[in-house]
Protein backbone atom coordinates (compact mmCIF):
# COMPACT_ATOMS: atom_id res chain seq x y z
CA UNK A 1 0.00 0.00 0.00
CA UNK A 2 1.40 3.57 -1.03
CA UNK A 3 1.59 6.33 1.30
CA UNK A 4 -0.98 8.84 1.59
CA UNK A 5 0.09 12.21 2.54
CA UNK A 6 -1.84 14.64 5.09
CA UNK A 7 -1.08 18.08 6.34
CA UNK A 8 -1.06 20.50 7.94
CA UNK A 9 0.04 17.91 11.21
CA UNK A 10 -1.69 20.77 13.79
CA UNK A 11 -4.43 23.08 13.04
CA UNK A 12 -5.96 25.86 15.12
CA UNK A 13 -8.91 27.46 14.01
CA UNK A 14 -11.07 29.92 15.59
CA UNK A 15 -14.69 29.09 16.74
CA UNK A 16 -17.21 29.51 13.60
CA UNK A 17 -14.26 29.44 10.79
CA UNK A 18 -13.43 27.11 8.59
CA UNK A 19 -11.28 24.30 9.52
CA UNK A 20 -9.06 23.00 5.98
CA UNK A 21 -7.37 19.47 5.94
CA UNK A 22 -5.43 18.18 2.69
CA UNK A 23 -4.52 14.65 1.54
CA UNK A 24 -2.65 13.73 -1.40
CA UNK A 25 -2.11 10.16 -2.95
CA UNK A 26 -0.13 8.30 -5.42
CA UNK A 27 -1.76 5.15 -6.48
CA UNK A 28 -3.86 6.00 -8.93
CA UNK A 29 -5.75 2.72 -8.13
CA UNK A 30 -7.47 4.01 -5.02
CA UNK A 31 -10.79 4.12 -5.22
CA UNK A 32 -12.27 5.28 -1.71
CA UNK A 33 -11.64 7.86 0.41
CA UNK A 34 -12.86 8.09 3.82
CA UNK A 35 -12.19 10.73 6.97
CA UNK A 36 -11.88 9.18 10.38
CA UNK A 37 -12.61 11.59 13.55
CA UNK A 38 -10.59 10.01 16.44
CA UNK A 39 -11.26 11.62 20.32
CA UNK A 40 -8.63 10.82 23.14
CA UNK A 41 -8.96 7.18 24.76
CA UNK A 42 -11.45 6.08 21.90
CA UNK A 43 -11.47 4.57 18.49
CA UNK A 44 -11.21 6.41 15.10
CA UNK A 45 -15.09 6.98 13.73
CA UNK A 46 -15.84 7.40 9.96
CA UNK A 47 -17.22 10.84 9.37
CA UNK A 48 -17.51 10.66 5.54
CA UNK A 49 -16.37 9.00 2.80
CA UNK A 50 -16.28 9.59 -0.85
CA UNK A 51 -15.40 7.92 -4.57
CA UNK A 52 -13.58 9.32 -7.22
CA UNK A 53 -16.46 9.71 -9.45
CA UNK A 54 -17.73 12.69 -7.84
CA UNK A 55 -15.44 15.96 -6.87
CA UNK A 56 -17.47 16.80 -3.52
CA UNK A 57 -19.50 15.56 -0.68
CA UNK A 58 -21.25 17.17 2.24
CA UNK A 59 -22.73 15.90 5.06
CA UNK A 60 -23.68 18.66 7.37
CA UNK A 61 -20.92 21.19 7.95
CA UNK A 62 -18.46 18.01 6.63
CA UNK A 63 -17.22 18.91 3.13
CA UNK A 64 -15.01 16.32 0.95
CA UNK A 65 -13.47 17.88 -1.60
CA UNK A 66 -11.79 15.66 -4.40
CA UNK A 67 -9.61 16.41 -7.35
CA UNK A 68 -8.68 13.23 -9.12
CA UNK A 69 -6.10 14.88 -11.44
CA UNK A 70 -4.73 16.50 -8.94
CA UNK A 71 -4.33 13.26 -7.04
CA UNK A 72 -5.66 15.56 -3.78
CA UNK A 73 -8.66 15.39 -1.33
CA UNK A 74 -9.41 17.65 1.14
CA UNK A 75 -12.01 17.83 4.69
CA UNK A 76 -13.61 21.14 4.75
CA UNK A 77 -15.21 21.81 8.50
CA UNK A 78 -17.71 24.70 7.97
CA UNK A 79 -18.57 26.85 11.41
CA UNK A 80 -16.06 24.94 12.71
CA UNK A 81 -17.17 24.02 16.81
CA UNK A 82 -15.08 23.31 19.90
CA UNK A 83 -16.89 20.24 19.83
CA UNK A 84 -14.87 19.53 16.58
CA UNK A 85 -11.67 19.35 18.28
CA UNK A 86 -10.40 16.18 17.63
CA UNK A 87 -7.68 13.94 15.09
CA UNK A 88 -8.48 14.10 11.95
CA UNK A 89 -7.03 10.87 9.66
CA UNK A 90 -7.96 10.99 6.30
CA UNK A 91 -7.43 7.48 4.05
CA UNK A 92 -7.23 5.73 1.16
CA UNK A 93 -7.90 1.94 -0.42
CA UNK A 94 -8.39 0.19 -3.25
CA UNK A 95 -11.53 -2.13 -4.05
CA UNK A 96 -14.51 0.64 -3.56
CA UNK A 97 -17.22 -2.13 -3.34
CA UNK A 98 -15.44 -3.89 -0.77
CA UNK A 99 -14.96 -0.49 0.92
CA UNK A 100 -11.40 -1.02 2.11
CA UNK A 101 -11.80 -4.81 2.74
CA UNK A 102 -7.88 -5.01 1.98
CA UNK A 103 -7.24 -2.41 4.45
CA UNK A 104 -6.98 1.20 4.42
CA UNK A 105 -3.55 3.25 3.79
CA UNK A 106 -4.12 6.24 6.69
CA UNK A 107 -2.30 9.52 6.46
CA UNK A 108 -0.67 10.59 9.31
CA UNK A 109 -3.42 12.43 11.04
CA UNK A 110 -4.20 16.16 11.96
CA UNK A 111 -4.38 17.30 15.44
CA UNK A 112 -7.61 20.25 15.20
CA UNK A 113 -8.13 22.46 18.19
CA UNK A 114 -11.04 24.92 17.77
CA UNK A 115 -10.72 28.15 20.14
CA UNK A 116 -13.56 29.41 22.25
CA UNK B 1 -25.01 -0.07 16.46
CA UNK B 2 -21.81 -2.30 15.55
CA UNK B 3 -19.85 -2.74 18.70
CA UNK B 4 -16.00 -3.70 18.87
CA UNK B 5 -14.45 -4.88 21.93
CA UNK B 6 -11.05 -5.41 22.57
CA UNK B 7 -10.51 -7.30 25.88
CA UNK B 8 -8.00 -4.43 27.68
CA UNK B 9 -7.25 -0.97 28.13
CA UNK B 10 -4.26 -1.09 29.20
CA UNK B 11 -1.38 -3.78 29.23
CA UNK B 12 2.02 -4.21 30.51
CA UNK B 13 4.21 -6.77 29.63
CA UNK B 14 7.78 -8.09 29.67
CA UNK B 15 10.58 -8.22 27.14
CA UNK B 16 10.59 -11.62 25.50
CA UNK B 17 6.66 -12.38 26.78
CA UNK B 18 4.18 -14.23 24.46
CA UNK B 19 1.21 -11.26 24.33
CA UNK B 20 -2.51 -11.82 23.00
CA UNK B 21 -4.25 -8.95 22.09
CA UNK B 22 -8.24 -9.76 21.88
CA UNK B 23 -10.85 -8.20 19.87
CA UNK B 24 -14.46 -9.48 19.29
CA UNK B 25 -17.42 -8.17 17.33
CA UNK B 26 -20.97 -8.59 17.51
CA UNK B 27 -22.10 -8.48 13.93
CA UNK B 28 -20.76 -11.16 12.18
CA UNK B 29 -18.79 -9.46 9.72
CA UNK B 30 -16.37 -11.28 7.93
CA UNK B 31 -13.52 -8.08 7.81
CA UNK B 32 -11.54 -7.82 10.61
CA UNK B 33 -8.54 -5.94 10.83
CA UNK B 34 -5.68 -5.44 13.63
CA UNK B 35 -3.82 -1.48 13.33
CA UNK B 36 -0.79 -0.06 15.50
CA UNK B 37 -1.03 4.07 15.62
CA UNK B 38 1.83 6.01 17.04
CA UNK B 39 2.19 9.23 17.46
CA UNK B 40 3.35 11.45 13.99
CA UNK B 41 2.44 7.78 12.40
CA UNK B 42 -0.99 7.32 11.63
CA UNK B 43 -2.37 4.15 12.12
CA UNK B 44 -0.66 1.48 10.06
CA UNK B 45 -2.22 -2.06 9.04
CA UNK B 46 -0.85 -5.16 10.20
CA UNK B 47 -2.74 -8.18 9.46
CA UNK B 48 -6.40 -8.35 8.30
CA UNK B 49 -8.73 -11.40 8.09
CA UNK B 50 -11.46 -11.95 5.46
CA UNK B 51 -13.12 -15.12 7.15
CA UNK B 52 -12.39 -17.79 9.34
CA UNK B 53 -8.90 -19.16 9.77
CA UNK B 54 -8.08 -16.69 6.80
CA UNK B 55 -5.46 -14.06 7.13
CA UNK B 56 -3.17 -11.57 5.61
CA UNK B 57 -0.27 -9.11 5.72
CA UNK B 58 -0.82 -6.24 6.14
CA UNK B 59 1.88 -3.47 6.01
CA UNK B 60 4.28 -3.72 9.03
CA UNK B 61 3.45 -7.67 9.91
CA UNK B 62 7.20 -8.21 11.07
CA UNK B 63 7.31 -9.91 15.15
CA UNK B 64 3.04 -10.36 14.85
CA UNK B 65 0.55 -13.05 13.80
CA UNK B 66 -2.73 -13.40 14.04
CA UNK B 67 -5.59 -16.18 14.64
CA UNK B 68 -9.07 -15.83 13.88
CA UNK B 69 -11.18 -19.56 15.09
CA UNK B 70 -14.32 -18.07 15.15
CA UNK B 71 -15.91 -15.43 13.03
CA UNK B 72 -16.28 -13.00 15.56
CA UNK B 73 -12.89 -12.88 17.22
CA UNK B 74 -9.59 -11.91 15.86
CA UNK B 75 -6.37 -11.85 18.37
CA UNK B 76 -3.07 -10.66 17.30
CA UNK B 77 -0.45 -12.01 18.72
CA UNK B 78 2.95 -11.04 20.16
CA UNK B 79 5.19 -14.05 19.70
CA UNK B 80 8.39 -12.45 21.64
CA UNK B 81 7.55 -8.66 22.64
CA UNK B 82 10.14 -6.27 22.23
CA UNK B 83 9.82 -2.39 23.47
CA UNK B 84 9.51 -1.41 19.94
CA UNK B 85 5.99 -3.23 20.33
CA UNK B 86 4.90 -0.19 22.70
CA UNK B 87 2.13 1.32 21.06
CA UNK B 88 -1.64 1.70 20.38
CA UNK B 89 -3.46 -0.93 19.23
CA UNK B 90 -6.53 -1.15 17.19
CA UNK B 91 -8.96 -3.47 16.03
CA UNK B 92 -11.86 -2.99 13.75
CA UNK B 93 -14.55 -4.79 11.88
CA UNK B 94 -15.65 -3.73 8.11
CA UNK B 95 -19.34 -2.39 7.87
CA UNK B 96 -19.84 -3.57 5.19
CA UNK B 97 -19.38 -0.27 2.42
CA UNK B 98 -19.89 2.02 5.25
CA UNK B 99 -16.52 2.08 6.51
CA UNK B 100 -14.88 0.89 9.83
CA UNK B 101 -16.18 0.41 13.64
CA UNK B 102 -13.28 0.49 15.42
CA UNK B 103 -12.37 -0.45 19.21
CA UNK B 104 -11.20 1.79 22.16
CA UNK B 105 -7.63 0.65 21.18
CA UNK B 106 -5.23 -1.72 23.75
CA UNK B 107 -2.12 0.55 24.82
CA UNK B 108 0.36 -1.79 25.48
CA UNK B 109 3.92 -1.44 27.28
CA UNK B 110 6.52 -3.51 26.89
CA UNK B 111 9.16 -3.28 29.76
Known amino acids: QQQVKQSPQSLIVQKGGISIINCAYE??????FPWYQQFPGKGPALLIA?????SEKKEGRFTISFNKSAKQFSLHIMDSQPGDSATYFCAASTGYSGGGADGLTFGKGTHLIIQP | DVKVTQSSRYLVKRTGEKVFLECVQDMDHENMFWYRQDPGLGLRLIYFSYDVKMKEKGDIPEGYSVSREKKERFSLILESASTNQTSMYLCASLTGTYGYTFGSGTRLTVV
Open chain 1, 50 to 54: IRPDV
Open chain 1, 27 to 32: NTAFDY
